[in-house]
């Protein structure tokens, strides 16, 4: 419940003080500000929607597919193959520098990113993250141990890894920049597992996250692991990132 | 109570096991936060903690309140707030805001995507753009982010660019700077008591100058090119006491190997780490940034050093920018606190793959090594190659494997080749380094240290042993994902660069 709080980072603030993260994310976030601070910028405004269950509407972004979109995190699920990895996988390891000529921010070359996921894995990692030749990966679910993203800021990691289809990120624990960067571009869910799963789910099982249910079942081995609630990040991720997120609540203007 | 919270690992003989260490500041509340992180990190790498709160002591005197640490102390003023805690979110005023050719370009395209392709940057004289990453390279995708930039930085009239555009010799763009840490420091961007962000993770280094500073993402920079503030999570403060007088034979690198090995490469998430002390107070203001800049190898996410005289003294041909410093108020708190008598610590490195990784340097004495690289923001400053020339010079003696030069900046390149070395009888660097046969100092750049293109110079292209004055070394960091990496000193990388095998300095500097 702390580590949620804590990794909720700036969202919190988008929350009333009497519903910290730690509160139910299964019900639809209700929102309130009473205290948002003013920016005073001229390109923003203070106004805010007070309910945000009934303004998030459906856009998919970059890496989204529409089945995997429900219109609130409690009811999302994501299914497929999952990948395995160990601790501390730094940044070097989910985009190595030489790809870092490419910007996110260009539609093309945010798809070229993708296709490099994981490439810096060393090759003790004998089943490779993409295919040869292929742009996506068939693991949209990758589970990691402690420390997941270290290292460099660069915010390519969690983009190459939403821009190869990884729909969210199950680690023991994150690196502060990766978890933070996850959020603010809503390409990936960085969602903790209360134990330690990433030596018991073996690269290829099939497995099911419910984030409402807080809840991640292997269904080759058949079995359940809790996770630790996403809180307020969810919503963010959900609406494409930090800047989606305020328009659709009325934080920022709609373009 | 102060020794268990004083020494978390009792293997290390740095860490004094005094019973007596005054924590009157400290709330028994908090004793138990400690001893649960404690328990945690030594467990398993646990980066994620929530800030413990703990009840504070009203201060004494009638002025202060609470205690602040330096970190929550800057917060608070760029937040115009009185009174800050750990795990508060507050939006902060940034005072500077830097970007590279990396992920400038990428911090750009969001900025102009929610602000408008017309939007004005929040502050021109605000923004830092430093060209340092791919720039000696003929790949035309880093060549066109640097070209983005100075299109941006041209639309937007932005004060601080260090361009370059003369690749083929980098002294004929006087403009040009290099890495941009030390060129932040060395342009007098750095001033205590304020707030820097950057998108770069070593952002961290400018915490030598009291300040607050720390690594964002491309998303979160182009929200500050339009607004100027950033909704940031104050840290809670981890301290680190160092006392005693510094060994010839050691330098900063050493000091943070011997924490990060300490504390791990989570041990400091989302938190604060606070570096105080004789030693530390020794240091001069690049030994100070060495020490801030691998704060988060430690998952740290600022560093800071008070400043003193040493810091005003650099700053005063620097910046005519008005600065107020802050201190940690005595009432304090802090999550926790670590003591090392540094005249105990011998000369670390940190082994591969990871910079927690740490063994002492004479107990790798038989790992053969294949090169040496020199270079970086954190071990290509003028006083790293200072350090490397003094063992070069002690020794007299040829190096007996490539050693790569890279100074960070172009003031370093010139540093290298014009300063006298002390007690090289007027001798520069540069001269030093050709005797002992080292390769000819490089272009400035942050260079092989993380890679890069393919033809960036002394990039590891193959599966090599190299002793590195840098930050990082995960697989495949310099380039080939089975290389191997030994950080180290500019001291303990020049000695091993004379024997051919990871050395002790003190093979030399007698």
Redesign the interface.
């Known amino acids: 419940m702390a580590a949620s709080l804590s990794q909720a980072l700036y969202l919190a603030t988008f929350t009333s003080s009497a519903s910290k993260p730690s509160a139910s994310p299964i019900s639809p976030p209700s929102i309130k500000v009473p205290t948002f601070s003013p920016l005073t910028v001229q390109p923003l405004s203070s106004a805010f929607t007070p309910n945000v269950a009934h303004v998030i509407t459906l856009t998919p972004h970059a890496t989204s597919t529409p089945s995997s979109i429900p219109s609130d995190t409690s009811t999302t699920t994501f299914h497929g193959l999952c990948y395995a990895v160990g601790d501390n996988i730094d940044t070097d390891q989910i985009i190595p520098a030489e790809y870092l000529t490419l910007v996110p921010s260009n539609p093309a070359e945010y798809e070229k990113l993708g296709s490099y996921a994981l490439i810096g894995l060393p090759s003790s990692y004998a089943t490779r993250f993409i295919e040869p030749n292929e742009t996506k990966t068939k693991y949209s679910i990758l589970i990691g141990g402690a420390n997941f993203g270290c290292g460099s800021s660069r915010e390519h990691a969690p983009v190459a890894l939403g821009a190869a289809g990884v729909k969210a990120v199950v680690a023991e624990s994150y690196a502060r920049i990766f978890f933070r960067n996850s959020v603010a571009t809503g390409e990936v869910y960085p969602v903790e597992s209360e134990v330690r799963i990433c030596e018991e789910c073996k690269t290829g099982d099939v497995v099911t996250i419910e984030l409402g249910e807080s809840r991640l079942i292997n269904h080759t081995t058949g079995k359940e692991y809790k996770l630790k609630p996403i809180g307020d990040a969810g919503p963010v991720i959900e609406a494409g990132g930090i800047f989606a997120y305020a328009r659709k609540t009325g934080m920022i203007p709609s373009q | 109570m102060a020794s268990s919270l004083v020494s978390p690992s009792p293997t290390s003989s740095f860490i004094s096991n005094k019973k007596d260490l005054g924590f009157s500041a400290f709330p028994s509340t908090s004793q138990v936060a400690i001893r649960k992180c404690k328990k945690q990190v030594s467990k ?8 413990q709160q703990s009840e504070r002591k009203p201060a004494t005197t009638g002025s202060v309140k609470t205690g602040m640490t330096m970190t929550e102390k800057i917060l608070a003023r760029a937040s115009e707030k009185p009174q800050l805690s750990p ?1 508060d ?3 902060v005023n940034v005072d500077i805001l830097m970007t590279h050719d ?2 400038g ?2 911090s ?3 900025f102009k ?4 392709e017309n ?1 004005k940057v ?1 502050d021109r004289e605000k923004i830092v753009i430093i060209p340092d ?2 720039i000696f390279t003929s ?1 035309e ?2 060549n ?2 640097v070209d ?1 930039l100075r299109d941006f930085c041209k639309e937007e009239n932005i004060k601080y660019f260090y361009d370059i555009k003369d690749l083929s010799n980098f002294k004929a763009n006087p403009d040009y700077k290099g890495v941009c840490h030390v060129a932040l420091a060395q342009e007098g961007h750095c001033r205590p008591g304020e707030v820097l962000l950057g ?3 070593h ?1 961290c280094t400018a915490g030598a100058f009291g300040q607050f500073a720390t ?6 920079a ?2 500050v090119l ?8 104050v840290p809670p403060t981890l301290r680190f006491v160092m006392d005693g007088e510094m060994p010839h034979y050691l330098l900063a690198k050493d000091l943070i190997l011997q924490i990060i090995g300490e504390i791990s ?2 041990g400091a ?2 938190k604060s780490m606070e570096f105080v002390g004789t030693t530390v107070e020794s240091l001069n203001m690049e030994e100070r940034m060495t020490l801030c800049n691998m704060v ?1 190898e430690a ?1 740290g ?1 600022n560093g800071v050093v008070p400043a003193d005289s040493t810091t005003f003294k650099y700053l005063e041909d620097k910046t005519s920018v008005p600065y107020e410093p802050v201190y940690s108020d005595a009432q304090a708190s802090f999550l926790s606190e670590y003591r090392f008598d540094i005249s105990k610590l011998e000369p670390l490195v940190a082994k591969p793959h ?1 910079p927690d990784n740490r063994a002492l340097a004479r107990e790798c004495k038989d790992v053969k090594i294949d090169r040496v690289y020199i270079g970086s923001c954190t071990g290509g400053k003028t006083e790293d190659f200072l350090a490397a020339a003094k063992v070069f010079l002690a020794s007299g003696k040829k190096v007996k494997v490539p050693t790569f030069l890279v100074p960070a900046t172009q003031k370093v390149w010139l540093d290298i080749y014009t300063l006298p070395v002390p007690g090289a009888g007027g001798k520069t660097c540069s001269q030093i380094f050709e005797e002992a046969g080292c390769d000819t100092p490089a272009s400035p750049s942050c260079g092989a240290c ?5 033809d960036t110079y002394a990039r590891m292209n193959e599966p090599k042993v190299c002793v590195s004055t840098t930050n ?1 070394n ?4 310099m ?1 080939h ?2 290389g191997q990496i030994y950080l180290a000193s500019p001291y303990t990388a020049a000695a091993s660069a004379l024997t051919g095998y990871v050395t002790d300095p003190r093979e030399f500097l007698l």
């Open positions: 398993q790498i646990v980066s994620v903690m929530a800030p795990g979110n507050v939006w990396v992920c370009p990428g750009i395209g969001i995507k929610e602000f408008g939007a929040w990453h791919y790949d995708r880093a066109r982010n983005i998108t770069d993770s952002t690594g964002i993402g491309n998303t979160d182009g929200f339009g607004t100027g503030k950033l909704l940031l999570k490469v989570a998430t989302y988060v998952g996410k990871s993380l890679g890069g293109p393919k990082r995960f697989p495949g960091r380039g994902k089975e």
